[in-house]
């Protein structure tokens, strides 16, 4: 296995300053990069897959650019858990 792409059309952040937006999206980044550091979590997104909608279930979130990042990498280890078959 080369490659696995993950994209991500689009992230609507209502309610965060510029901080809070670029912790957001650095926290989400960096979990789902050590989430594809796992090989078997490679193995297991190897397959193409489609999912238009991804319900996360709750998450809370702190008013503060650390919370923003905690809020990214909840978000990304929502999803790892959603993407396992």
Known sequence: MSRIEIRIDRVVLRGFDA???TAFVDGLKT???RALENPAHRA???RSQRRPVLKL???SMERSASGARKLGT???RAIRKG???
């Open 74 to 76: 909840g978000v990304a």
């Open 83 to 85: 993407m396992t078959p």
């Open 44 to 46: 297991e997104w190897s």
């Open 31 to 33: 979990e789902l990069a």
């Open 19 to 21: 901080a809070g937006r």
């Open 57 to 59: 279930g709750r998450v």
